[in-house]
């Protein structure tokens, strides 16, 4: 299994970014009843969860997130997203994507995609 994960970049202060995180090699019916989220990580310090989406449909985010930050999933297509808006210097770190899925041995992560926010 493979994620690969993408449209991290430059942005300034106010803009606004979308993440996606596609699954290879993973089987839908794995994918679909995984949960799926997005962590960061700036240097130094501890992997942080951002935001989740159980294999329901249910939201989680990190408070300083809340209400700047959407999380989806894609099923069919095995990919996730986070949309990133009103982006703020501090959201400037490395975003990973991840699956957990229902058996064990089913967690995985991407590589990693870069975000860095001008102010």
């Known amino acids: 299994v493979q994620l690969q994960a993408s449209g991290g970049g430059l942005v300034q202060a106010g803009g606004s970014l979308r993440l996606s995180c596609a699954a290879s090699?993973?089987?839908?019916?794995?994918?679909?009843?995984?949960?799926v989220g997005w962590y960061r990580q700036a240097p130094g310090k501890q992997r942080e969860l951002v935001s989740t989406?159980?294999?329901?449909?249910?939201?989680d985010y990190v408070d300083s997130v809340k209400g700047r930050f959407t999380i989806s999933r894609d099923n069919a297509r095995k990919t996730m997203y986070l949309q990133m808006n009103s982006l703020k210097p501090e959201d400037t770190v490395v975003y990973f994507c991840?699956?957990?899925?229902?058996?064990?041995?089913?967690?995985?992560w991407g590589q990693g995609t870069k975000v860095t926010v001008s102010s």
């Open positions: 991840n699956v957990n899925g229902p058996f064990a041995g089913v967690d995985f």
């Open positions: 090699r993973m089987i839908f019916s794995t994918y679909s009843a995984s949960d």
């Open positions: 989406i159980n294999r329901r449909g249910s939201t």
